[in-house]
Structure formats: C-alpha cells, structure tokens
C-alpha cells in the first residue's frame, strides 16, 4: 500500500522521479558537486560551540579530506530545558560557521527549522538542511525552496521513500531544483541491536535510485548514535552507492555540546578518510 | 534505549510526567470535560467542504451522540499537488466550521499546521489540532501554546511515547496547560496485515497512564485508514481505557473529497455509538 | 507484497480461507466450543510445577469461570540453561495436568514442542499447542494434524498472516480442521512503549475474519510480558471481536517457576472475569 | 529489554559470547576458513534441480571464484501446495549436491529443517544449513550439534541478536563449536521500500563482532529478495565487515524452480566477484 505506483511517478512526484531519460542530478554546493564522481564528506561538530572550535575543526577537517562543513546553530531538542552546555549559538554561531567555511575553503551546510528564520540561515549558509522533524513541514519546505540555495532533505526515521520523494516534490515544485536526500535511520524492529538508535536504511540508496533522479547521502552518526559503527557504516554507504556521508567530528567528542556519543575524534576521522579513499578507488570514485 | 528513565521523568517532562498523587488532568473544550467520566467522541468530516455539509454534518452527529465536532480546513498534503476535489477552504472552512459547531451546540476542533495561522484558527476553533507531522515542530507549538486553547497533540506514526510527551512538555513549559494526547497508529511491521495503514498502538494507553497524567483519545479512522475496522478498533479504545475516539463521518464516505476509504456514514456511526453506550455503560463510563 | 492475493486465496489456503458463504468454524474442546458465542478464557499457571499447584489453580480458575486449563510440561527455553526453578516435568507434568483437568472439569491445553513426543502430549492433552516459535516448523505441524486433536496455532512475532494462515494450512491439509489461531504479539517497532514486550495485534482479529474463518483467540500475558497491560488487553480483545484469551494465572506470581512478571494472581484474574462479563454481555456474547 | 545484559554474558550464553581475550572464531569447511582473512562467497541454486544442473552450476561458480557450493535438497514451503516445478529432490538431492561439490572441488552446504533426516544429511554435506524458521527449534538444534559438523545458523527475521545468540549457544553447549552466523534480513517497518522483501541488518554484523567470537555471513539473496539489490548489499556487507555472504546463482533465474526473482546468472555474478575482488583488496581480505 505505500509502494510507489505508476500513478504516482506521474501525477505525485513527476518531478522527483525518473523517467526513462533523466540523468542523475548533480546539485553543486560551492566548489562540489554532489551527484557525479566524488563521493562527497560532510564533516564537522554537531553544534557550533564558539568560533575558534569551529574554525579549529573546519581546517583540520578540510586538511583530512572533508568535502564540506556541518555544524549548528538551531538545534532542535527532544525537550523544552536546556542545561549550560546544550547552548545554541543562534545567528552567531551561523556568522562563526560561515567564517570557518571560509577561512578553510568549505561550503557550509546547517539546519534551519523556523520558517522566520530561513532568510537569515540562507544568508550565511552555502547548503539548508531540512531536519528529520520537519521532512514534512511543508510552509517550512515552501520558504526554503524559495532560497533557490541547495538543500539537505533528511528522511523522518519513520517516513516511507514514497512520502519522502513527496516532501523533495515541494521543494522541487516550489522552484528549487538543488535537492539532495539525507538518510539517517529508520525506526527499527525492537528486535534490532538496541544500542544503535536507529537502524540504518542502506538499501533506500537502491530504491531511490530505481525511482528518482536525486542525489543521496548518508548520515551514519545520527542513524547509528554509536561511534563505533560509523565508520563501519560510512564505507557500507559507499559500497552500496551513495553520493556520500554527513558525519559528526570533534576534537574531543566526549565534552561535545550536543551529541557526545557518535563524534569522531580527528584520529578516527583520519583512519575513516584513508579507508573510504581505497573503497572509492575499488568503486571508481574520488573522494 | 528510548525507555522513559527516572531521568527524564524528573528533568525532561517535569510537568508531563505523574508524581505520585498527580490526579489526572482534565482538559475542558466547550461544555465537555477529556479525561473524566465521560468517554468522547468526536466526529465529522476529514475536510469542511462546504458551509451545508458541515452544518449538515454536525447536526447529524450531534443528534447520533458526538460530543465534539471535527473537520479541516487547512490540510498538510503528502503531494504538493491537489485536485479539483481535494479543496482547502482555508479561513472560510474555519468559519463554517464555526458555525456548524455553534448550530449543533458542539465544540469544534480543527488542524493548524503554519506558524502564521495559528491567531486565525484559534480565532474560530474551540480546540487546536497539532497534526502528526508537525508533533515535533517546536516553533509551531510554541506558538500554539500561547493561545492558551486546549491542543490536541497527535503523535507521529515514528514516534516513542517519549518523544511524544517531550512535544506535550513544549505545551506546557510554554503555558499551556491544557493538553490532549492523540493515537493515531504507528509505523508497522511490515508482515502487519498491510491492508491497514498504520497500526493502531493501543498499548499505548496504559504506558500513557503510567507515566502520564494527560488524557489521551484514539483516532481508530487516520490509525487503520480503513472503514471496516474504525468501530471495532473504537470500541476496543473504549475497553482498554482510552479517554475517547475521533472518528470520520461523511454522509457518503465514498464522494469525501480527502480521505474517502475511511469515513463512516451516518448509519455506520449509528450503530457504532450504540455499541460504545453499551460498552461504556459496562466499564463504567457515560457516553 | 506481503499482502494476501486472490492466488493466495485460491491455491495457497484454499482450505484456511473464506469463501462467500463459509461458516466460521468452530472448534469443540471438551464442553466447550471456541468460535460461537461464548468468549473462551483459557487459564493457568505458565509452567506445572507440581500435582498439587495444578490441580489447586485448576480448581479455583474453574471456580472463577475460566473455560480451560492452561499449563506447560515442555517448556522452550531462549537458553540452553536452566535454574533450579525453571523445571520441566515432561509427562509426569502432563498427567498432573491431566489430572488437574478432570478434578477440575476443565478441558486441558498444552504446548508441544517436539516432533517425537506429540503422541505422549496428545495422551494427556485435549488441545495441543505449537509455539511460536515452531509456527513454521512443518514437520511437526504434520505431526500434530495426524492427531486430530484440537490445535492451538499460536503466531510467531515476526509472522504475516499470510505466513500464519500458510501455516494453518498445513494443519488442515494434513486432515486436522481443528485450528485455533492464537495472537500473541508482534515484533513491534523500537518506539513502541519498551516496557511492554511485544506489541499484540489487535487488528489481526479484523483481518482473520476478513480472510479466514478459523476462530481466534489472544494472549496478554505473553505478548506484554507485564502484569499491569493483561486485564486492559484483555478486556479491547473481547470488544475488538476475538474468540476468546489464554491468560496466565498463578496464586503467588512473582514465585512461579516461569515467567513471574506476567501472571495474575487469582484476586485480579476474579477482577478481570467480572470486567469482562460485563463487556461480553454489552457485546453480545457470553463468558 | 531485549539488551544484551551482563548477566545474559556471563549466564546464558557464556560460550557465544566473547571475553577479553577471546580470539574470533575460525571455522573450516573443506579447504575454506569462515573467520579468517578470507570473504567467503558461498553460491549455488536455491534448489537442486537436477544432477546436471548442480554439477553445472558448481563447476561455474567455482571457475567464478567461489569458495563453496550451496543447493537446497529440502524446502520449507510457506504453503503445503507444490506445482511441478516446486520439486524437492530430497536424499537424490543432496547426492547430487555432493557430487557437484566433489567435481567442482568445493564444499557444499544444505539446510535440514527435521530432526529425522539429520543423520542422511549430514552423510552428504560438509555443513548444515538451519533454516531461518528452524532458529529456534531447540531440538532440531540438538540432534545438528551432536553431528560436529560446521552449521550456518540463520536469523529468524523476527529474532533479536540475543534470541539468535541463544539458538547458537544451543549449539555450542551441545558440543558442536563449528558455528556460523547468517543474517537474512529482518522484518522492517512497512515504511521501507515495499519491493525488497526483509531490511537486511548489516549493523548486526557490527553488534556481533561486539557481544560474540562468532563468525557471521550475510545472504543478500534471501533478505532482499531482489535480483538487483544483490550485488550492492553483498559489496556493503564486505565494507562492513562481514565474513562472507551466500548468494543465489542460477544460469537461468527466471526458470529457477524456487525463488526466481533473486537468483544472479553468470554474468552477473562473475561482475559482482570481480566488484567483491577490489573491494576485498582495499579493505586487507582476500577473496
């Protein structure tokens, strides 16, 4: 009953989906294009904690091989309390964020989930993420597809792909042709490892392949909630085939703001980048 | 991993969570009370198509029983696409919605999905619906909390009971103190009986009542997407202890301009509200 | 895909099916008939654990109105160890329970397990029952149909109907119409409330008897491993439409030899018989 | 609640369960070590159809670069029905497939899914095959463990990591310390793509290597169901680590007795080996 029907490639998403014909998008963000040959990283803390840590970060995961830079500046939480260290930097953190970028030669990506502030997060961001939350705020999507900037389109751990291709329709409706999909866990059996959080849907990268044109990434940091299984599942996202990861680091993850548990530390981040480099050679890719 | 721990009981859902003598909460929308001896109903049509039908409808309803009258006028589509039948009438179907309840003598409840309309809605609505792809759309129910209405929460099909009651604890925190849970099915096994939509997590009741002093009703209609398992699964509701039901109600289901594999017709709603009375009366509930 | 097909129908359960004009079946066990209009309550401890506990609990389930004896002598372990309190009396426990039975005037259910003891359960047994997880274990299901005894299929967590009613067919076909489905719960997903082990499918009533006519009855205590949910799931899967519940019931609960978090004790199973006498008549049917 | 705990370590599966030092677990089957440095590619046809098939299809695979034979002599059918092309060889079967094994010179492996034909199977086969329904039929589990032959033990879709680690402790304490894992794909959330059949779960392959010194291999044939999902779900399960998959080979899989819509033909299987290959080098295995 949720399968992707004829019906609707043609009346509900004819712009998400391939036809015959439609080569594979490529939506380039800054000096990257996100769709073609390179399997592009998407690298950086979960928060954006103070400007030197940011632009500490951007550089030293621009010099390991990183793509492109992640971080936060409106984050949002599971509940309305906040302690010291869950700050939110706001507009703040966005200027610091785009400095680093800049300074590291990094287009920068962040999530905004406020239709009000859109404008300010597309003035000072290269790529606006749309959080799992919001997958289908639609007013929200509509704002955003107004940017005309690129857009990081994560799937809700419980959205089905044809729900998510939906949600990608508006942004495409809407004008903004620059859509990539971010996979980051489905709600699981309760029967799966619980000490993952979520569990990582690979074999959407296959399904969206059959049904649309869009550019796909994966996030194993925020699937998985387990530092140990993201570089794991970082190289099965390559060797799978998707277009490339959006993975949390930060030089000490155990006192990160937001998130301690999945961070890598710069020295696993480094071992990940020389592993996923030898599987895109073995893939016919560049990293 | 995801259990409500002792922690968040005490941290993250202060005011959501039950202390030992918290006495459960009751929420009153017009001349009813959720959450106290009465088991509510409420019913009407997916979409105000018109000033006659609602009027019509909740006439009828309010005749066969209903407590409470719903219906959209502002509908979150997983398509951006929309055909001839699947109006939205906007802030003229939150005026027929009006008045159809003012004419019936029932509160009226209906959906407010955009930030920017939430002063509208609740301009004419009794009850505020926060609809299940929004229930973490933070900015929305800060706002929405504001207005003071009573809000009915939906819970997304992806949802844990704590992430749920963490969007409850938004409400809350942001003064508004009259908060209604709502059911509405959960994302299945996929070897569920896949001709029903979602599955129904009546369970979900008595993990609410343990942890929680908000009532909570069940919507058996959006949870089955079904029209032959809406009355058992509603009386099923009433049996387990649930503080009431949402129901669609169409005068010919079959010509619902949303959602029309639903929707019961008045017979059907008839036989339906006989059952509950009886079912009610043997629980120790009143209709 | 999961879904039953008109081919399914047809050339895959033609026998566990419904035609047009099918009666529901209806299965006798001793004095009783599951599938007419009595709701069934199968009773008693998880485990024998002596001559003397069974035919105690016998007596007083029958004294409260239970319409069979439940009680395990084989019991499938997770693994392959065993404390001093998780015996198994093999059938030196069946003739306990057997006994217990006839002191009682109760019918006797039990669980059979291996293929080279179903003449020894089918001795002492008036209804044998395969566990869920030897639901699709086809050896044995053959084995059991030569009996000709009463069957309780119970469903393994991660089954689909269609695999359930595959199952039940081999039952049939092996010459046995004596099936009874017994719903038990499923693997649910990790949002599910997680203090409750598997979620049971309230709605897989509705979809036996949209497919099939094999009466069917639930089990609370095993599908949420938790004392608290078994009265309440109880009393929907009497108003859902189901055939009756197989319940654990064991004077001192948290002593018994299995499973000690799930029984009733006989104060709450008496409760639970007057809820649900007074439901049975508000729905029409008897206890 | 369905955590690996402490306890569980240390009681219930002491001997599944990995200590400090403990060394991963080498199993050896013919000439092949499943644990090893080696990616074990196991390949063959659902069902043996004929001795000329098998023999065919063996010496092919091997030429390939397969390391063993697979080829099934008993099914388990969902249904009790066969058409005539459904054949099941039995004993002819597995002489067949041992022929084949012994021409091609590789080892072969088979399923036994009853406790009677345990003896027969094993005069045959160099490994035992228990079927995914058959995880946890403890005493078929017994009768395979006083073989001492390796076993590939199969997940049950609905088994937790837990369940599934007793099965093999089972095992194990029964003798036999020749264990392997496979995993299969598990029941997914009906949001998943509806045209795969299970959600392979490659981070259990991560778990296992966390809790267990047991060696694991993935069938993406069976999980995916899905001829085109194969070879990337193979590849992404070497990225991960897995020891080895089993994978469906047939010369012409849309005239496959069993399961035709799965099965790779030789070509392209000889592309995916030649994919595995690079794969293998830049993750330091062999092939």
Redesign the interface.
Known sequence: ???ISEQDLK???PLASKKENTPKSRVTVGNHVIGGDQFIVIAGPCAVESESQIIEIAKEVKRLGASMLRGGAYK??????RNDRMFELGEEGLRYLHQAGKEAGLPVVTEV????LVETVARWADMLQIGA??M?????LIEVAKTKKPVLLKR????????WL?AA??LL??GNPNVVLCERG????????????F?????????IR?YSHLPVVVDPSHA?FKR??VG??A???????ADGIMVDVHPVPEKAAVDPLQALNYSAFRDLML?LR??A???GKTL
Not at 113 to 116: C, E, Q
Not at 199 to 207: G, P, Q, T
Not at 235 to 241: D, R
Request: charged residues 20%.
């Open positions: 009953m949720k399968d009346s509900n998403i949002p939480l599971t509940f309305p309390y989930m406020d239709g009000r939350r919001n289908q705020n639609f007013p929200l809700h751990p419980g959205s089905s792909l044809r729900d939906g329709e508006y409706y809407h489905i709600v699981a059996p309760h029967t799966h490892d619980p000490t993952s959080r569990l990582v849907d690979l074999e959407v990268v296959l399904a059959e998985t140990s299984y794991p599942v190289k099965a996202a390559l060797a799978i085939g592993s030898k599987i050679e073995a893939v």
